[in-house]
């Protein structure tokens, strides 16, 4: 925080917001001690959650997933619980796509540890039971569709850990080498890109800009540049421009909903 002060002085005030995310840091370190404390539960892994306040961060991707139901169990009944005790006007939104999974696979002779997505450690987990698991089964588990969990899988199977036997049947395989060299799963940045935050907010004044074009039978882009920069002033995709309007705009003509014809954007009749 220190180092903050000092960066303050040197670029001003701009560094409010940056201050404002690394106290919310802070916050949730001492608040997820704080229950950890009141636990009395004995988990069979260790945890630590990051809290943040959705006013202050940019926009966090958010990807629909079913993790080790163990894990979600106890994050979601005892861990909010006691959240909801400590804070009484506040609420836990779990992101299970976020973050990273520090685990041990044991073998008969071996312990090889990885550092994988929560995603990759849900799929690992499938073979907790059994030696032998369906593509399909992984699918329901974890919530993503039969080809995207075959693309996941092929880490396993890159790193030696899993076999396919047969088509969408994997196997854990017995005879493990530790002699060999690991692939490292790149885990996705947590914030959704800047340019995705504007494509979605643009999508969602495409009734507003339509009724717009209704009212006066045309419009041009810098007239929709001007009204969507008043109500998209506080946007986290920062200054809206005029390329990115004209580009929303265009892909209304290739969806059939406007024309451009003579500088102006009309309704397709």
């Keep these: 925080m220190r180092s903050m002060e000092l960066l303050k002085i040197g670029f001003g005030e701009d560094l409010n917001q940056t201050q404002i995310m690394l106290q ?3 916050d949730s370190k001492r ?3 704080k229950i950890l404390s009141k636990n009395n539960d004995q988990l069979p892994f260790d945890i630590d959650v990051i809290m943040l306040s959705h006013v202050f961060w940019p926009h966090l991707r958010n990807e629909p997933l079913t993790v ?7 994050l979601e009944g005892k861990y909010s619980k006691l959240f909801s005790e400590l804070k009484r006007s506040r609420t836990l939104e779990w992101k299970y796509n976020l973050g990273f999974v520090e685990l041990d696979l044991e073998f008969e002779d071996k312990v090889l540890s990885f ?16 030696e032998k698991c369906h593509a399909d089964t992984i699918s329901n588990t974890i919530g993503l569709s039969l080809s995207q969990t075959r693309k996941k899988l092929a880490f396993w199977v890159t790193n030696g850990i899993l ?7 994997f196997e854990l395989k017995t005879d493990v080498s530790s002699n060999r060299q690991l692939v490292v799963e790149e885990i996705d940045s947590a914030m959704v890109k800047i340019e995705q935050v504007r494509e979605e907010e643009l999508e969602g004044f495409t009734n507003f800009v339509m009724g717009l074009i209704n009212q006066s039978g045309q419009i041009t882009v810098e007239r929709v540049l001007k009204l969507l920069t008043m109500l998209l002033a506080d946007s986290p995709a920062g200054k809206l421009t005029q390329d990115e309007v ?7 003509v290739k969806q059939k909903l406007l024309i451009y014809t003579g500088g102006v954007y009309k309704k397709n009749k």
């Design 115 to 130: 550092t994988v997505s929560p995603i990759q450690a849900t799929i690992i987990t499938c073979f907790e039971k059994t």
């Design 163 to 169: 076999t396919e036997t047969s088509k969408d049947f």
């Design 246 to 252: 004209k580009t929303f705009l265009d892909k209304k």
């Design 68 to 74: 080790y139901k163990p894990l979600s169990d106890y």
């Design 31 to 33: 608040t997820h001690a």
């Design 24 to 26: 919310d840091i802070v």
